[in-house]
């Protein structure tokens, strides 16, 4: 056995290792919720073989376009190849967490009308998310949405309204949902800068959770109720309910006249 054939042996080898390698390595990205630095793996891979192939490509430029049609296309194959790795991991692999509120509008909806309609529970802040004022919370498709499931229950943990221009909004949506219950955690002591929902489906328990970076900014959290993280979240919700307070029949009916006028 000369030293070619060993040397293709060899390559043989470490391509099948390598593919195995970066199946593995695809699947573990896949599996993780969470964002990770993995996929640079593929970038850095792709990269190398691209730069690889066109110092071969310029160094042996006569080489390759003599009749060594094997050379072309192996070298061809290695440039395509290459490109596609890189604009296919950066389309597939790498996982977008942070949002702005209208790319979270249609994820948010699509998530909310999969749900069983006996209730759904809301992490809402001061539920500026559906608008600041009753003509902005009308035109929001959040609200429309959720509006137009009729769920029997909305639950909302949120802030206590501390003004006016709060007190209407949480008017508005008593009164156009009056199957809404509010209850109020106090941000000074407990800011939860968390969003999002938490729906039954087929009575298995599904989360949608974001986490608020900034005004209408949200980072993506876990959403599996299998996974550790995601029960945390379903837990810290009937904790927090629990413990809210619950507003009084005067505070609701307050709040409505406000926005009736």
């Not at 837990?235 to 009916?253: G, H, K, Y």
């Amino acid at each position: 056995m000369d030293f070619n054939h060993i040397t293709t042996i060899l390559l043989s080898g470490a391509s099948i290792s390598l593919g195995a390698f970066f199946g593995a390595l695809r699947s573990k990205i896949f599996a993780s919720r969470n964002k990770t630095k993995l996929h640079y793996s593929f970038y850095g891979f792709s990269i190398l073989l691209f730069v690889t192939s066109i110092i071969f490509l310029c160094k042996y430029w006569n080489d390759f376009f003599s009749p060594n049609w094997f050379g072309i296309i192996v070298l061809f194959i290695a440039i395509l190849s290459s490109l596609a790795l890189f604009f296919l991991t950066k389309k597939f692999l790498v996982i977008k967490d942070t949002f702005h509120t209208s790319e979270l509008d249609p994820i948010i909806n699509k998530f909310t009308e999969s749900a069983d309609r006996d209730e759904i529970k809301l992490f809402g802040g001061d539920l500026n998310f559906f608008g600041n004022t009753p003509a902005d919370i009308d035109r929001h498709p959040q609200y429309s949405s959720l509006r137009a499931h009729q769920f029997r229950r909305i639950l909302i943990l949120c802030e206590e309204p501390n003004d006016n221009s709060k007190k209407i909004r949480y008017g508005k949506i008593l009164h156009d949902m009056p199957q809404t219950e509010l209850r109020f955690y106090e941000p000074q002591k407990a800011d939860l800068k968390v969003r999002g929902r938490i729906i039954k489906i087929n009575g298995s328990i599904k989360l949608l959770m974001y986490n608020r970076i900034e005004s209408k900014v949200y980072q993506a959290l876990e959403t599996d109720t299998a996974n550790s993280n995601g029960a945390l979240y379903s837990n810290i919700w009937e904790l927090i309910w629990s413990l809210a307070i619950v507003p009084t029949a005067e505070q609701r009916q307050e709040y409505r006249n406000l926005y009736l006028g």
